[in-house]
């Protein structure tokens, strides 16, 4: 088989516990971090989507155009679908009056409805076949739809629901506890299971950062939305670097 065809070519990471603690922490930045430029600069949750629909698809196109797969352009992509996902979310669920569950279940339809395009176009939809054009564009705008209807998920679970942002990511994290025993457990489908964890990963994300930076009436910490999100950032970089300095050192001793 000709190395040009080896799975190495993919565009997207290896899906470790590492692609998860850095998700959650990407999810949860976009949460403060699309909160920090809709609220606390009074900018609104429609110029706020504005700004961040440039920096998705100037992100997305970076990412497309990119020969091999770099991890700094991948997360950074990644925050840039979650941040529009926040502000979105917020626009059509608040600004719209539709409400959370309107919002839902039209960020639902919209979800389901692009993986069945995807997969009707190029048979599966499985994250192993993300090397090329095509499936990147499907792959990106699915994970834009997750990432919105997942903050429309923490909303409406954390206030119509009435469990607070706390019970709202405990209620996540379970269910995110739930599939990982699936995968290890049973045999149900790989690809289906990831997509579960990885819309999952963004009402949890959503809840922690409404913990983070909301007001401590509304039951969260008051801390400040920069300086959150700086934090998150901070710890998405340093993860990044650590697990490339622990490949670089992998590769080095495994080398005949």
Not at 137 to 159: C, E, H, N, P, R
Request: proline content about 2%; aromatic content about 12%; hydrophobic content about 55%.
């Amino acid at each position: 088989m000709n190395a040009s065809t080896e799975p190495a070519l993919s565009k997207v990471p290896e899906v470790t516990l590492g692609f998860w603690l850095i998700k959650i922490a990407a999810t949860t930045l976009g949460e403060t971090g699309g909160d920090a430029v809709s609220m606390s600069m009074n900018l609104g949750y429609l110029v706020a989507t504005g700004i961040f629909a440039v920096a998705f698809l100037v992100a997305v196109n970076a990412q497309i155009r990119a020969k091999a797969f770099d991890p700094f352009l991948y997360w950074a992509t990644i925050i840039a679908t979650t941040t529009v996902g926040t502000t979105l979310a917020d626009f059509a669920d608040r600004s719209l009056g539709i409400g959370y569950a309107g919002g839902s279940a039209l960020l639902l339809a919209l979800l389901l409805g692009s993986l069945w395009v995807w997969h009707r176009t190029l048979g599966s939809v499985s994250v192993h076949t993300v090397c090329e054009p095509k499936a990147e564009a499907f792959y990106w705008v699915t994970i834009m739809f997750s990432q919105t209807l997942g903050t429309a998920l923490g909303d409406w679970t954390a206030d119509t629901a009435g469990l607070g942002f706390s019970g709202a990511a405990m209620v996540f994290a379970g269910l995110l506890v739930l599939v990982a025993a699936a995968y290890f457990w049973s045999h149900l489908s790989r690809t289906l299971l990831f997509w579960a964890a990885f819309i999952l990963t963004r009402p949890l994300g959503a809840a922690l950062g409404d913990f983070l930076d909301k007001p401590v009436a509304a039951g969260g910490l008051a801390l400040s939305r920069y300086w959150a999100s700086i934090a998150l950032l901070a710890f998405i970089l340093a993860f990044i670097l650590v697990d490339q300095v622990i490949g670089h050192l992998d590769r080095a001793f495994n080398t005949d």
